[in-house]
């Protein structure tokens, strides 16, 4: 209760951040075409992920043996928690190794350009967002969306301040306003949160479409990835 109205209490920074009740969801949550597209879109990406898993698991035990799936509890809407899924792109004890890692970015999220706990085929993954592509599994259940926002850890959101869980009010996405226009060279987490707030305001499906469409020219160029 008490971090409850510490979030209600504290102010945003700056202008730019405008305040929403974060306990409305967004009008994109209900919109039925943006869920045919999700499912649609769902259908296609887990079909490729089991084409591609097999000789990746193979891939793997010649690089670093393990699973070839790892898995997270993170925070979707409203900060819900459900388990994301991914192709493992660390090593097996990536976590217990973190501390040693520095952090390159700002604010709540982590990011290293050298994180030496990835494995050369996790180099792969990465810079062509393969890793993702077990999350179209969690996108067809519904826990996920093609497009929204990038999906924190829980110890991320429990160092939230009340403007931070705007961000929340959609769906979190395989892609999104910081994917498609900025991916890992955007550093500062409160220009995250603005841009996922720029993407509230202008959301619409044909605007999730183009950001779709941007993020695989993206992903293709292997721009701001690592």
């Not at 698991?57 to 388990?83: E, V, W």
């Not at 976590?95 to 990011?111: D, M, P, R, T, W």
């Not at 890992?184 to 183009?210: A, C, E, G, T």
Request: glycine share 6%; charged share 20%; with cysteine.
């Amino acid at each position: 209760m008490l971090t409850f109205l510490k979030f209600l209490t504290e102010s945003p920074p700056s202008h730019q951040f405008v305040h929403i009740d974060f306990q409305a969801a967004h009008c994109s949550v209900n919109c039925k075409i943006k869920r045919l597209i999700d499912i649609a879109g769902a259908l296609v990406g887990i079909a490729i992920t089991a084409i591609i898993a097999i000789p990746l698991a193979i891939a793997m035990q010649f690089d670093n043996p393990g699973p070839i799936f790892y898995s997270q509890t993170r925070c979707g809407l409203k900060g819900k928690h459900f388990r994301i899924w991914k192709f493992r792109s660390m090593v097996v004890d990536a976590e217990q190794k973190k501390h040693l890692v520095e952090n390159q970015a700002s604010g709540f999220i982590f990011k290293n350009e050298n994180d030496p706990r990835i494995t050369q085929i996790g180099r792969i993954l990465r810079c062509t967002s393969i890793d993702e592509f077990p999350q179209f599994w969690n996108v067809l259940k519904g826990e996920m969306s093609l497009v929204g926002t990038r999906p924190p850890t829980p110890d991320e959101v429990a160092s939230y301040k009340s403007y931070h869980w705007n961000r929340l009010r959609v769906k979190p996405g395989l892609t999104g306003e910081w994917q498609a226009n900025g991916r890992s060279s955007v550093k500062d987490f409160d220009d995250i949160v603005r841009m996922d707030m720029d993407y509230q305001h202008k959301w619409s499906p044909l605007y999730d479409l183009q950001l779709i469409f941007k993020t695989v020219s993206v992903v293709l160029t292997r721009k701001g990835a690592y």
